[in-house]
């Protein structure tokens, strides 16, 4: 349920932007930028105000099951991500427009390149992820401090106690479930390296 609502989400937000004139080359100079960047911060401002009433789904669980556990996409990610598709249409309009003025043909090559790259590094980011989500061992971590950004998302510190008595430290983005300091959170590490880990505030997805 949670890929179907994203994907309609994505397509939602895209197309009101189309319907704008957001990437039409005779839509204007404001519009091919203001279209875009003014969905997606309606958007934003409705997976705040939806997110800000989501529950946090570890609270009420009494514990996870044993490995492999199934993976799903977080709520908070399937609100979040759609909101920055219709960024996506302005570097995509502006080089459109380029090209009608000149020959940019290694432009689009590179640029192609970086998004192949750029997709590639997030793909092996989030693989990680569903891998210690699903297999790793679970523990409770505890949140010392929060660092207030001003971007969309804050940074966290936190600690926590492997099975074996190892105490491990990290710092995380939290990825809208606003956790406060002196939280605890379940965090998934692998045993064997447990610098090797994810906090459930940091993921895109949720364990059961």
């Known amino acids: 349920m949670q890929i179907a609502i994203t994907i309609a989400l994505t397509v939602f937000y895209v197309g009101i932007s189309l319907m704008l004139g957001g990437v039409h080359p005779k839509s204007g100079m ?23 009433k989501l529950p946090l789904p570890w609270v009420k669980k009494q514990q996870y099951s044993l490995s492999p556990r199934r993976v ?35 432009v689009l090559y590179l640029v192609v390149v970086l998004a192949l790259a750029l997709l590639a590094r997030q793909a092996i980011k989030r693989w990680r992820e569903i891998r210690l989500l699903r297999s790793g061992e679970v523990t409770m971590a505890i949140v010392h401090s929060r660092q207030v950004t001003g971007e969309w998302t804050d940074r966290i510190v936190y ?12 710092r995380a983005w ?17 045993a064997n390296n447990p610098t090797n880990h994810v906090i459930a505030c940091a993921s895109w997805f949720e364990a059961d």
């Open 159 to 170: 600690q926590f106690k492997t099975a074996g008595g190892e105490t491990v430290s990290g």
């Open 30 to 52: 404001p519009w091919w930028f203001f279209a875009p960047t003014t969905v997606a911060f309606l958007a934003s401002f409705v997976a705040i105000t939806i997110i800000g």
């Open 174 to 190: 939290d990825v809208g479930y606003n956790v406060s300091e002196g939280s605890s959170v379940p965090v998934f590490y692998n």
């Open 72 to 106: 799903r996409p977080s709520w908070r990610g399937v609100f979040w991500l759609p909101v920055w598709a219709p960024l996506l249409l302005v570097p995509w309009h502006f080089l459109y427009i380029l090209r009608m003025h000149a020959d940019i043909g290694w």
